[in-house]
């Protein structure tokens, strides 16, 4: 009896999928599509959705063109909330700019239609460094920006 106390009811996942696979769509618009190797969903002491071994995320646009790839090694979903959290080695492609963007952590609030990261960021467009404060764009990454960018960088890789 004592070893089954061990576990705690509001540690375990209600539910697990494997190698997940989600297409997101809204009235037949592809919108994202999803991978997983892992996702766990809770329901108690709040209802969220984890992901532990990472996600991969493919963000499309109105005529089903790419326009954004997002990594992260762990995230969280809250339901409540309408967020995910992204962290730990966070990367968005931009396929329009072709900038590549690396972040602590990444935050999602559907409902307010906004990807933003208030911690510092590197962004490289060809041999093109740039940083900044922070990161602010409209959730289909239609408007990405660096806040308070600086310390643009060329560089020649012949050297």
């Given at each position: 009896?004592?070893?089954?106390?061990?576990?705690?009811?509001?540690?375990?996942?209600?539910?697990?999928i494997y190698n997940a696979h989600v297409i997101?769509?809204?009235?037949?618009?592809?919108?994202?599509?999803?991978?997983?190797?892992?996702?766990?969903?809770?329901m108690e002491p709040e209802s969220k959705t984890v992901y532990p071994q990472g996600v991969k995320m493919t963000l499309y646009g109105s005529n089903r063109e790419k326009t954004a790839f997002v990594y992260a090694?762990?995230?969280t979903s809250y339901d409540a909330q309408n967020k995910m959290h992204a962290r730990d080695s966070v990367v968005i492609i931009d396929y329009r700019s072709h900038d590549t963007t690396y972040l602590q952590d990444l935050i999602w609030d559907s409902q307010q239609q906004r990807i933003y990261?208030?911690?510092?960021?590197?962004?490289?467009?060809?041999q093109r460094v740039t940083?900044?404060?922070?990161?602010?764009?409209?959730?289909?990454?239609?408007h990405p920006q660096i806040?308070?960018?600086?310390?643009?960088?060329?560089?020649?890789?012949?050297i």
């Open positions: 009896m004592e070893q089954v106390n061990l576990f705690n009811r509001q540690q375990l996942p209600d539910q697990t997101r769509s809204e009235r037949g618009n592809l919108q994202a599509i999803l991978d997983a190797p892992q996702i766990q969903k809770y090694r762990r995230a990261s208030d911690h510092p960021i590197k962004s490289k467009n060809g940083y900044g404060d922070s990161f602010e764009s409209d959730d289909n990454f239609q806040i308070h960018q600086r310390g643009v960088i060329e560089f020649n890789d012949s």
